[in-house]
């Protein structure tokens, strides 16, 4: 059994608390089981399933920390982990930085779990994978794709009296789809807590229209255009903005929001002000647990409102530091959108490009966030607000916060998985002017 509920979590870390000698003992226990299929060349190629317990224990002495892991969860091996953390606590140097463990918290109950996703069987992944192969087949083109489900479950106790306990659910698919000669590929990917809102076969039409579409591609000059980003090209780019909004790396001169002369840029209008992002673990198209890794209650919270930088994440060190309040760093990102459908952005678009996906995005330089990186799997071009032809791929030298700044319109907010990272993100398709392409890319 790998979901524990509350209160089994409860009472067995309970035990683990009791056999501390430690000034401050902390333990995490959690706990994730589920299944997956993964298909290509419209054929299941292999299938699991995965189920992981682990507890880890740390044990603070002054400013020493230790920690230790383990999966065996009987009396003496809670006992055995708890004097390990506890010696490599006394070998290890001290910690500049340790603060002291909370006391009990409040936290709201969260919306993260669906009963239908836990629920999910291999025939259900089995029926949801080949209903999009039976869609790439009409369609005259090879799938390949990975379907996941997970039901897991976070908790944390610590000597000083502080509880945590979430369950949540997650069903993540991604397909592509390519002609047989390989000269045209489509991509789509969803992601849901609650999979009664999953429709692979829908997905994978979009895919198989962006591969059909994306044949006898023509070339264009780089330069800068016009595009319309589509929610998987829009979250590639801005996850690395996401990342930044830490205040101290933006104090201590390492980010783009670092201020120029020192300090952040917190209060600055730093981009378009139809730019209002925020987190919210509330939100039931994108739930996240109401606590974190510290122990702090999660709440929703404005980080760009209208184009001006409200707020940055401060650890509980780096608010001491700064005579603040603890601001911590958010389970879920969410960018407001407008009400055009990408079909409506499409025709308001007199010359322009339409972008079906990023990847291989690289850091060029952190201070402005420049970011490099290509396009793939269906790029077209848009004359008099009707997609004329496929282009061949580019590559693209821009920074988010730049792109931004020149935010022309924003479509609905959808939920958009991450090619890099796998996270999911409420973003909408988004029409941005002069995007820069640098050069041109053979690639399908």
Not at 65 to 92: M, P, Y
Not at 225 to 237: G, N
Not at 259 to 278: A, F, L, W
Not at 421 to 442: A, E, G, H, N
């Amino acid at each position: 059994m790998a979901i524990f509920s509350k209160e089994e979590a409860q009472a067995l870390l309970k035990k683990v608390i009791a056999f501390s000698k430690a000034d401050e003992c902390e333990a995490a226990f959690s706990g994730s089981e589920g299944g997956n299929i993964r298909y290509a060349r419209n054929a299941i190629s292999t299938s699991g399933d995965v189920s992981i317990l682990t507890l880890a224990v740390s044990s603070t002495f002054g400013k020493k920390t230790g920690t230790a892991t383990i999966n065996e969860f009987d009396d003496n091996s809670l006992q055995k982990v708890v004097k390990r953390s506890e010696e490599l606590a006394l070998l290890a140097p001290e910690n500049p930085e340790y603060m002291p463990l909370l006391g009990p918290q409040t936290y709201k109950e969260s919306v993260t779990y669906s009963p239908a996703t836990a629920a999910i069987t291999p025939d259900i992944r089995a029926e949801a994978v080949a209903n999009s192969i039976r869609v790439a087949e009409e369609a005259k083109l090879e799938a390949a794709g990975f379907l996941e489900n997970t039901t897991s479950f976070n908790s944390i106790i610590n000597s000083k009296g502080l509880f945590a306990y979430n369950k949540g659910t997650d069903v993540t698919f991604s397909i592509t789809a390519r002609n047989e000669a390989g000269t045209g590929s489509g991509y789509a990917a969803r992601g849901f807590n609650d999979v009664s809102k999953m429709d692979t076969r829908s997905a994978t039409k979009i895919a198989a229209s962006k591969a059909n579409g994306s044949v006898n591609a023509k070339a264009i000059e780089p330069g800068k255009y016009t595009v319309i980003l589509e929610p998987v090209a829009a979250t590639y780019m801005l996850e690395n903005l996401f990342r930044g909004l830490d205040a101290r790396s933006a104090d201590e001169g390492r980010s783009f929001m670092s201020k120029s002369g020192g300090g952040n840029r917190m209060g600055e209008q730093m981009m378009d002000e139809k730019v209002t992002i925020y987190s919210d673990p509330f939100d039931t198209m994108l739930p996240s647990a109401t606590w974190n890794r510290d122990g702090l209650p999660l709440e929703r919270v404005n980080w760009i409102e209208k184009g001006i930088v409200k707020n940055l994440s401060y650890s509980r060190f780096w608010a001491q530091k700064k005579n603040v309040q603890p601001v911590p760093f958010p389970g879920n990102i969410i960018m407001e959108g407008g009400t055009a459908s990408l079909n409506e952005l499409i025709k308001s678009t007199e010359k322009g490009i339409l972008v079906s996906r990023l990847w291989y995005i690289r850091m060029v330089d952190p201070q402005t966030l420049l970011l490099t990186g290509l396009t793939r799997d269906g790029t077209f071009y848009i004359e008099n607000g009707q997609i004329k032809f496929p282009i061949k791929n580019m590559r693209f030298n821009e920074s988010p916060v730049i792109m931004l700044n020149n935010l022309e319109a924003l479509g609905k907010t959808e939920r958009s998985i991450s090619v890099e990272s796998y996270q999911s993100f409420l973003v909408p398709p988004m029409k941005i002017r002069d995007f820069t392409f640098t050069s041109l890319s053979d690639a399908v």
